[in-house]
Nanobody, 126 residues
């Protein structure tokens, strides 16, 4: 089992920045591809970003490319999501996830992730 705990969400004005953190425990963190997803009210949970086990590869949804940066620190068992130039449409609950069963460097589908955090709310005001 892997336990994931997100933090760093909050209320920010449009154009502002937030950094989300997700701390993992339970198993070897570096064995897992990590991802961030988000779910806005009344919508499906959608992919945001993924990072490979070593951190050497990343992949982003088109909607956040150039504004968000995913990174990880395997010594601290932590994955981050730096969010800049935030827009009201970025408002959602953000979830981190860990996927270990697939050998791909990055993972973009919900079913590819076995473990999920409880989520942290991000609200961007206009």
């Amino acid at each position: 089992q892997v336990q994931l705990v997100e933090s760093g969400g909050g209320l920010v004005q449009a154009g502002g920045s937030l950094r989300l953190s997700c701390v993992a425990s339970g198993r070897t963190f570096s064995n897992y591809v990590m991802g961030w997803f988000r779910q806005a009210s009344g919508k499906e949970r959608e992919f945001v970003a993924s990072i490979s086990r070593s951190g050497g590869r990343t992949y982003y949804a088109d909607s956040v490319k150039g504004r968000f940066t995913i990174s990880r620190d395997n010594d601290k068992n932590t994955v981050y999501l730096q969010m800049n130039s935030l827009k009201p449409e970025d408002t959602a609950v953000y979830y981190c996830a860990a996927g270990g069963a697939v050998l791909s460097a990055v993972l973009t589908q919900r079913y590819q992730y076995q473990y999920w955090g409880q989520g942290t709310q991000v609200t961007v005001s206009s």
